[in-house]
């Protein structure tokens, strides 16, 4: 085996100048890194919302929060808000961070749900991420004085094209080197191995290893290797999506909507200077011009631009590493933008990069482990937005809907246990690195209205004087906290 010293970035735009940019920190002056792109050749960019461990990324590569925020025309995500989830008119919110207090061994919900209460609606009233967004407040603190709650846990909105402009510019400064131009041939060895590429200008690009950044096109992992792709659209219906920018609303709330209509639903993520519109619907239920009339009827602004029609197909490859390639971002699947997951998993696939470098050439039990690690994150995302998708309680008038079907498919087994097991007992079991919190899977099914017929006896320790106090002091600290702090745009204003 030969050391690997020549990476190759095939495709910029987010996922491409991500990698191009950790690698480059925790990799500097041991690799060579070479990004291939065309200026030609569009990217999706409609990765506007995130969730928190982007604030992760951000830190190791050193970029500051204020300049993040001025640089990608950034806003605060505090949660999700789902809007005719459950029944029409319905709504909750997935709020990041932790709700109440978890006492000794026991979750909060657990002795939330000894209680008895009368309305789930009611759990939130303990969610600080959920009260700041309703009341379109933000301040950034990691622990409330005097308190036992933690500060609020947030994510952001942002432009992913000048995202990918911050990290082009960072990864330049970190010594990569940017190539401009088309593929034309992508070259393999004997053994399978890429060797290198072809330009559409006749030049050569070698490398000891590439990454493929290439979008849906896929082109080193799906077309050059025939890596072959498991779809979700047995429990995932939804095939199509329009996207357009919008001026921005008048007031910047901290939160991303997501609105079900008909045949999928609509995302609304503020940013600083526009609005981010997206329609997602299955073809099978809605044709391509309704869902576009749809959306721009319901824009809360003037368009800036003509809606962009995406086409998808929701799954993952089989293998994202094969032989000296790996596939990160939408070549390597694509899961919809329910849950602000899509730049997660690019992230997350760097990260598993970076563990499993290989080193002194690539080693088949690495390879092996990589593919087993991002097949189970591909699945278990997969089921949390089943989830939502199966629990929906929606009555459209007529019988055969994108709603009615959901309701009736086979779900996972995975997520069957998962549902059963809270529906008779309150529990929520994860596995060690599952992106999903507790908390997340609490509040969706609590939200689609799953209502516990059991919880768990530990939340009987606390005697039920103690524990009503216990209750009152967190609304008490929540509201005071809430009402101290600045609104969201006020607080905007002092980073730009």
């Given at each position: 085996?030969?050391?690997?010293?020549?990476?190759?970035?095939?495709?910029?735009?987010?996922?491409?100048?991500?990698?191009?940019?950790?690698?480059?920190?925790?990799?500097?002056?041991?690799?060579?890194?070479?990004?291939?792109?065309?200026?030609?050749?569009?990217?999706?960019?409609?990765?506007?919302?995130?969730?928190?461990?982007?604030?992760?990324?951000?830190?190791?590569?050193?970029?500051?929060?204020?300049?993040?925020?001025?640089?990608?025309?950034?806003?605060?995500?505090?949660?999700?808000?789902?809007?005719?989830?459950?029944?029409?008119?319905?709504?909750?919110?997935?709020?990041?961070?932790?709700?109440?207090?978890?006492?000794?061994?026991?979750?909060?919900?657990?002795?939330?749900?000894?209680?008895?209460?009368?309305?789930?609606?009611?759990?939130?009233?303990?969610?600080?991420?959920?009260?700041?967004?309703?009341?379109?407040?933000?301040?950034?603190?990691?622990?409330?004085?005097?308190?036992?709650?933690?500060?609020?846990?947030?994510?952001?909105?942002?432009?992913?094209?000048?995202?990918?402009?911050?990290?082009?510019?960072?990864?330049?400064?970190?010594?990569?080197?940017?190539?401009?131009?088309?593929?034309?041939?992508?070259?393999?060895?004997?053994?399978?191995?890429?060797?290198?590429?072809?330009?559409?200008?006749?030049?050569?690009?070698?490398?000891?290893?590439?990454?493929?950044?290439?979008?849906?096109?896929?082109?080193?992992?799906?077309?050059?290797?025939?890596?072959?792709?498991?779809?979700?659209?047995?429990?995932?219906?939804?095939?199509?999506?329009?996207?357009?920018?919008?001026?921005?609303?008048?007031?910047?709330?901290?939160?991303?909507?997501?609105?079900?209509?008909?045949?999928?639903?609509?995302?609304?993520?503020?940013?600083?200077?526009?609005?981010?519109?997206?329609?997602?619907?299955?073809?099978?239920?809605?044709?391509?011009?309704?869902?576009?009339?749809?959306?721009?009827?319901?824009?809360?602004?003037?368009?800036?631009?003509?809606?962009?029609?995406?086409?998808?197909?929701?799954?993952?490859?089989?293998?994202?590493?094969?032989?000296?390639?790996?596939?990160?971002?939408?070549?390597?699947?694509?899961?919809?933008?329910?849950?602000?997951?899509?730049?997660?998993?690019?992230?997350?696939?760097?990260?598993?990069?970076?563990?499993?470098?290989?080193?002194?050439?690539?080693?088949?039990?690495?390879?092996?482990?990589?593919?087993?690690?991002?097949?189970?994150?591909?699945?278990?995302?997969?089921?949390?937005?089943?989830?939502?998708?199966?629990?929906?309680?929606?009555?459209?008038?007529?019988?055969?809907?994108?709603?009615?079907?959901?309701?009736?498919?086979?779900?996972?087994?995975?997520?069957?246990?998962?549902?059963?097991?809270?529906?008779?007992?309150?529990?929520?079991?994860?596995?060690?690195?599952?992106?999903?919190?507790?908390?997340?899977?609490?509040?969706?099914?609590?939200?689609?209205?799953?209502?516990?017929?059991?919880?768990?006896?530990?939340?009987?320790?606390?005697?039920?004087?103690?524990?009503?106090?216990?209750?009152?002091?967190?609304k008490v600290i929540i509201k005071n906290t809430v009402s101290n702090m600045p609104t969201h745009e006020q607080y905007l204003a002092r980073l730009v």
């Amino acid at each position: 085996m030969s050391q690997i010293k020549d990476i190759v970035i095939v495709g910029g735009g987010t996922s491409g100048w991500m990698t191009a940019a950790l690698l480059a920190k925790l990799f500097k002056h041991t690799l060579n890194i070479t990004l291939v792109e065309s200026e030609d050749i569009g990217t999706i960019g409609v990765g506007e919302a995130t969730i928190p461990p982007l604030q992760l990324f951000n830190s190791v590569l050193g970029i500051p929060e204020n300049e993040f925020i001025q640089a990608t025309h950034a806003t605060f995500k505090l949660g999700i808000q789902f809007e005719h989830w459950g029944k029409q008119g319905d709504s909750y919110m997935h709020a990041f961070g932790n709700i109440g207090k978890d006492i000794g061994y026991t979750q909060f919900h657990q002795y939330w749900l000894s209680t008895q209460p009368e309305m789930m609606a009611s759990f939130w009233d303990y969610s600080l991420n959920y009260q700041a967004a309703l009341n379109n407040k933000f301040q950034s603190i990691e622990q409330i004085p005097h308190s036992p709650l933690s500060g609020l846990t947030h994510a952001y909105h942002f432009d992913a094209a000048r995202y990918a402009w911050l990290l082009r510019q960072y990864s330049e400064k970190s010594g990569v080197k940017r190539i401009e131009g088309k593929i034309e041939s992508v070259n393999c060895a004997a053994n399978g191995h890429i060797t290198n590429l072809t330009l559409v200008s006749g030049n050569s690009v070698q490398g000891d290893f590439f990454i493929d950044c290439s979008g849906f096109a896929a082109l080193l992992i799906g077309k050059t290797l025939n890596v072959g792709y498991e779809s979700y659209q047995d429990w995932l219906l939804c095939d199509s999506a329009y996207a357009v920018p919008s001026e921005k609303a008048c007031e910047i709330k901290p939160y991303t909507r997501a609105i079900a209509h008909e045949a999928g639903w609509q995302w609304r993520i503020p940013l600083q200077h526009r609005t981010g519109n997206g329609i997602v619907y299955s073809s099978r239920y809605m044709k391509d011009e309704e869902a576009k009339a749809k959306l721009l009827s319901t824009l809360e602004g003037k368009p800036l631009a003509e809606p962009k029609k995406i086409s998808f197909i929701p799954g993952r490859r089989l293998k994202q590493w094969q032989h000296n390639c790996v596939a990160i971002g939408l070549s390597s699947g694509f899961l919809e933008p329910l849950e602000s997951t899509s730049i997660h998993l690019v992230q997350s696939a760097i990260i598993r990069l970076t563990k499993l470098f290989p080193h002194q050439g690539v080693v088949q039990a690495t390879v092996d482990e990589f593919n087993r690690q991002s097949q189970l994150e591909f699945e278990q995302i997969r089921d949390f937005i089943i989830l939502h998708y199966y629990l929906n309680r929606r009555s459209d008038s007529d019988t055969d809907t994108l709603w009615s079907a959901c309701q009736q498919m086979q779900i996972p087994e995975s997520l069957q246990q998962k549902i059963s097991l809270f529906s008779e007992t309150g529990t929520i079991f994860r596995h060690k690195d599952e992106l999903f919190t507790e908390a997340a899977w609490v509040q969706v099914m609590l939200g689609q209205g799953i209502i516990p017929t059991d919880y768990n006896p530990l939340a009987n320790t606390v005697s039920p004087e103690a524990l009503t106090e216990f209750l009152s002091n967190i609304k008490v600290i929540i509201k005071n906290t809430v009402s101290n702090m600045p609104t969201h745009e006020q607080y905007l204003a002092r980073l730009v």
